[in-house]
């Protein structure tokens, strides 16, 4: 009866002393972590000390081999042997201690070191020892061998302020530790018992002598050849802890106390900040002082390169800090492409017809080109390689500032936080803000759309390794993308670059430029079939420096970007089966009407509509001299002769023939075949109804407006009148600075035949 008792007692206390010792806790190390980043390789591109200011890794789920052998020769030649405690090495421990009537030994496993550490390494006394031993079996119940060691090996102490394997390897040997030698590895081994013995210049013989005896000892275990210690016992001992590389410092602040592998490669990172900052020193003397750049795989969406500004993380005064790739920045130009895309993709444009270039004012709005100058005509195509503004006003107006918002919306772009009435028409020329990140986004998917013809699954832009996310955004369908690509491969280059058809090196490049208002931002942004590689250029402060424009601030770097990283000279294929080849007139582009006598080939989507025909192509009647125009109610029709004239508006055939001697305007309708009262002459500007605005100069004086008109005959005469006050009168160039008072004025130009035309204007308030 007692005996039962004593056995069911017995299995009582068993039970209580099983649960209580899996309900202890499973010991975990939660130390603040370095914030570490690799290339696609595995390569250390960056990291930065914990919070507590130590070179504390994330932890790695895996440890070296050679490491491994070496620590548990050193440290617990049992571990995977024991459960935590090794009841040999306690009885040897007790056994010295008790010979030498002091601790000698201390019977430490690595489970029960990796216990201390995570104990925070207290001070080492027997009710401390138990408590650890006790901590070191739950672990063993708790974690396998391998999860136990990797835990060690992530937080032994390794020196200074080095933490772990990983930052040890990095820290001594400026290598990960997976290619440690045996030798570095058996010295990194003896370091946790003695993290003092790395001091450099001190305790070289003692850490020799300690790593040469566990490499010996490594060789009696059979883990280690005789000559292969040998070779290892001659490795030179590390020296000053070595930098840590800074590779890509603003990525890096993107996952803190995290370890993240990238899609950088190294190689690439390494010399895109080289060309960057080599161009940085050059901008600098004008007073530009940030760049950034993205190299991206067009195939895959990988990021190669990320340099997210100048000078690293050092301010120096010039935001150096701010990751410019995605800060918000004036997009210039750099949705051009993306307007013509989609009115070519619609068949609301044809890329060789004609488009207007000729000083335009919309409801107070006048753009201008870039050089101050007009074409009158100028092919679309052209016009979008040539980054003509007034141009790409006119598309826009034509295709919708609403609908280009959405179509910029659902091809990837969030950075359009007004409405489309906000933004007006200078949403093309840089009234909206973009990011470095996004804009290179839209351009991979103009050369991955053109690489794809038959469509497919798209992975989004990625700078972390692994990311599977795919790109559900628009893209312009296949014909659209490469007719575009094709009108960007004509962008003239910078430099050496303008002749590269030339060259058995030269690269076939799509690219763009852009340049903000007042010069505050820099773009260059080019696409091949391996490439998009992207370059804004400026000052994170939003200062405008003259020069600061696209073509000579960012194409350089971005060229030799090209230069450094591409690998391949490809080009796109034409989608033959997405394309129609259509009979356009040679002189206008659009689709040939029946006045067309000179027609060529086009190609446009298959699935656009043609767009109208030539409205341009007319047959004129002239007289027996082929001088003049004349018509059956002045003329014998039988004296007159019928020929195809390619004629454009007055406005855009003043200009035209001013940028294009070739261009040929109509002969005049004879003096006695017009109407009364008919004027054969145009007024340019103003417009009806226009708004002029006349700035006070810097004397104090008004300044002055020049209104322009257009005369069919080279020795034509206009006078000109505001208010019914003689103003002057102009002959071949018909220009005229005026001055008039702020309200409301009308302006009265007649020719020497009494023909007129009157225009209202309104001059503003300077002090509005």
């Known amino acids: 009866?007692?005996?039962?008792?004593?056995?069911w007692g017995a299995l009582a206390a068993a039970l209580i002393l099983v649960a209580g010792f899996f309900a202890l806790p499973v010991v975990t190390i939660e130390a603040p972590r370095s914030t570490v980043l690799t290339d696609r390789h595995g390569t250390l591109l960056g990291a930065t000390t914990a919070r507590d200011q130590q070179w504390r890794f994330p932890p790695s789920k895996t440890v070296p081999e050679r490491f491994a052998a070496a620590l548990i020769t050193f440290e617990d030649r049992r571990f995977h042997q024991h459960p935590g405690v090794d009841p040999f090495a306690v009885l040897r421990a007790l056994y010295l201690n008790v010979k030498a009537g002091a601790v000698r030994s201390g019977a430490s496993t690595l489970t029960m070191q990796t216990v201390r550490v995570a104990r925070g390494n207290p001070a080492r006394t027997l009710p401390e020892?138990?408590?650890?031993?006790?901590?070191?079996?739950?672990?063993?119940?708790?974690?396998?061998?391998?999860?136990?060691?990797?835990?060690?090996?992530a937080n032994a102490p390794m020196g200074g302020n080095v933490v772990g394997l990983q930052a040890a390897a990095w820290r001594y040997y400026g290598r990960p530790a997976d290619t440690l030698?045996?030798?570095?590895?058996?010295?990194?081994?003896?370091?946790?018992?003695?993290?003092?013995?790395?001091?450099?210049?001190r305790n070289r013989a003692a850490l020799r002598a300690k790593t040469n005896r566990l490499l010996d000892a490594m060789v009696e275990r059979g883990l280690l050849s005789a000559s292969d210690a040998s070779l290892a016992k001659a490795e030179s001992l590390p020296q000053a802890p070595l930098p840590i590389p800074q590779a890509a410092p603003h990525l890096l602040m993107k996952a803190p106390g995290q370890h993240t592998q990238t899609t950088l490669e190294r190689a690439t990172q390494l010399q895109a900040t080289q060309i960057v900052e080599r161009h940085a020193m050059r901008l600098a003397g004008n007073g530009i002082h940030n760049a950034a750049a993205l190299v991206v795989e067009v195939q895959t969406g990988a990021v190669r390169a990320w340099v997210g500004?100048?000078?690293?993380l050092v301010d120096g005064g010039h935001h150096n800090h701010v990751d410019v790739v995605t800060a918000h920045r004036s997009t210039g130009s750099t949705l051009k492409p993306f307007l013509y895309g989609a009115m070519v993709q619609r068949g609301e444009l044809a890329p060789t017809q004609l488009l207007p270039d000729t000083p335009t004012h919309i409801a107070g709005f006048s753009p201008e080109n870039f050089d101050r100058s007009y074409d009158g005509a100028v092919r679309a195509d052209t016009a979008l390689a040539r980054s003509r503004n007034v141009p790409a006003v006119w598309m826009l107006r034509r295709f919708g500032v609403d609908r280009f918002h959405g179509l910029l919306t659902r091809l990837g772009m969030t950075t359009l936080h007004r409405s489309p009435a906000d933004y007006g028409l200078s949403l093309i020329l840089g009234g909206s803000e973009g990011t470095l990140w996004e804009l290179t986004g839209l351009y991979r998917n103009l050369g991955w759309s053109a690489l794809h013809p038959d469509g497919g699954t798209r992975n989004a832009l990625a700078w972390r390794a692994g990311s599977a996310l795919v790109d559900e955004s628009e893209v312009l369908d296949p014909a659209a993308a490469w007719l575009t690509l094709e009108a960007l491969l004509e962008v003239n280059r910078p430099g050496v670059q303008s002749a590269w058809r030339s060259f058995d090196s030269g690269r076939p490049v799509a690219w763009k430029t852009g340049?903000?208002?007042?010069f505050r931002d820099g773009w260059a942004i080019g696409v091949t079939p391996e490439l998009v590689i992207g370059v804004w250029v400026g000052n994170a402060s939003g200062e405008g420096r003259p020069g600061l424009t696209g073509y000579q601030a960012a194409a350089p770097i971005l060229f030799d970007l090209f230069a450094a990283t591409a690998r391949g000279s490809t080009w796109f294929e034409a989608p033959s089966a997405l394309l129609d080849t259509v009979n356009v007139c040679a002189h206008s582009g659009l689709p040939a009407g029946p006045h067309c006598s000179h027609t060529t080939a086009a190609a446009i989507p298959r699935s656009a509509s043609p767009t109208e025909p030539c409205p341009y192509c007319r047959t004129l009647h002239l007289s027996a001299d082929r001088q003049h125009q004349v018509h059956a109610a002045c003329a014998e029709p039988a004296t007159m002769h019928h020929e195809s004239w390619f004629v454009l508006p007055p406005a855009m055939a003043w200009f035209r023939t001013r940028s294009d001697p070739s261009y040929q305007t109509p002969p005049p309708l004879r003096s006695d075949c017009r109407q009364d009262g008919t004027p054969s002459f145009s007024v340019l500007y103003p417009g009806h109804g226009a708004e002029v605005y006349i700035p006070i100069e810097a004397t104090g004086t008004r300044g002055r407006v020049v209104f322009e008109a257009t005369h069919p005959e080279r020795d034509g005469r206009l006078y000109w009148h505001i208010d019914d006050r003689y103003m002057g009168s102009t002959e071949v160039v018909h220009e005229l600075p005026v001055a008039p008072t702020p309200g409301t004025h009308v302006l009265t130009v007649v020719d020497e035949q009494g023909a007129r035309i009157a225009r209202s204007f309104s001059v503003l308030d300077a002090g509005r």
């Open 129 to 153: 020892k138990l408590i650890e031993m006790v901590l070191a079996l739950r672990l063993e119940a708790a974690r396998s061998k391998d999860e136990i060691l990797a835990m060690y090996a």
């Open 515 to 518: 340049t903000s208002f007042g």
């Open 1 to 7: 009866m007692g005996s039962g008792r004593w056995r």
């Open 309 to 312: 500004n100048t000078g690293g």
């Open 181 to 201: 030698t045996w030798g570095e590895a058996a010295t990194l081994a003896v370091l946790p018992n003695q993290p003092g013995l790395i001091h450099p210049g």
